[in-house]
T-cell receptor, first 111, second 115 residues
Framework: QKEVEQNSGPLSVPEGAIASLNCTYS??????FFWYRQYSGKSPELIMF????GDKEDGRFTAQLNKASQYVSLLIRDSQPSDSATYLC???????????FGTGTSLTVIP | DTAVSQTPKYLVTQMGNDKSIKCEQN?????MYWYKQDSKKFLKIMFS???????INETVPNRFSPKSPDKAHLNLHINSLELGDSAVYFC??????????????FGPGTRLTVL
């Protein structure tokens, strides 16, 4: 079983819609959760992180964490073509401060 | 002001050669990392290192070795390069405020091609 699993997509949404990206993780002791955006040929760029159960909002982005279900998601409201990228979910298990990444979900926002 | 920098950006070499990739961070972070991203975009951690401990992913061949001359640098040495080593290698750094709450910042990546 992989540490972190994501649907690879591709996910396509029309401009202005809500894009929903999902991630599950295997280690129940994981402590912190991150969403990165990676444009083709570029490095991963941190969008936001979440530590506690519930929702965390930052502009058009909302991260949702459910530790009981070992599930974390990212919602992108009012999606823009510039949001088209691969979104990587990452988990920090705390032990040894190691980060584990999912394989990423490719998102395309159609104008 | 580049936070995490890597050189070279592209590296093309022959099988069997030994090469190094350099990484520097000016964020004052305590921990640095090396990741390998393959053609399927899977980002896999290879090493994490601070001045106290080196943590090696057990799946990394011992042909790969990190070298840290100081807190701001973590270089990656690769011996006897193989075709399967072709990938993009990312350096990252983080400031451990407390375990499990770090955020990482990535360098621009080095695309290694082994012929």
């Amino acid at each position: 079983q992989k540490e972190v699993e994501q649907n690879s997509g591709p996910l396509s949404v029309p401009e202005g819609a809500i894009a929903s990206l999902n991630c599950t993780y295997s280690d129940r002791g994981s402590q912190s959760f991150f969403w990165y955006r990676q444009y083709s040929g570029k490095s991963p760029e941190l969008i936001m992180f979440i530590y506690s159960n519930g929702d965390k909002e930052d502009g058009r982005f909302t991260a949702q964490l459910n530790k009981a279900s070992q599930y974390v998601s990212l919602l992108i409201r009012d999606s823009q073509p510039s949001d088209s990228a691969t979104y990587l979910c990452a988990v920090n298990r705390g032990i040894s401060n190691q980060f584990y990444f999912g394989t990423g979900t490719s998102l395309t926002v159609i104008p | 002001d580049t936070a995490v920098s890597q050189t070279p950006k592209y590296l093309v070499t022959q099988m069997g050669n030994d090469k190094s990739i350099k990484c520097e961070q000016n964020l004052g972070h305590d921990t640095m990392y090396w990741y390998k991203q393959d053609s399927k975009k899977f980002l896999k951690i290879m090493f994490s290192y601070n001045n106290k401990e080196l943590i090696i992913n057990e799946t990394v061949p011992n042909r790969f070795s990190p070298k840290s001359p100081d807190k701001a640098h973590l270089n990656l040495h690769i011996n006897s390069l193989e075709l399967g080593d072709s990938a993009v290698y990312f350096c990252a750094s983080s400031q451990a405020l407390s375990r499990g709450t770090d955020t990482q910042y990535f360098g621009p990546g080095t695309r290694l091609t082994v012929l």
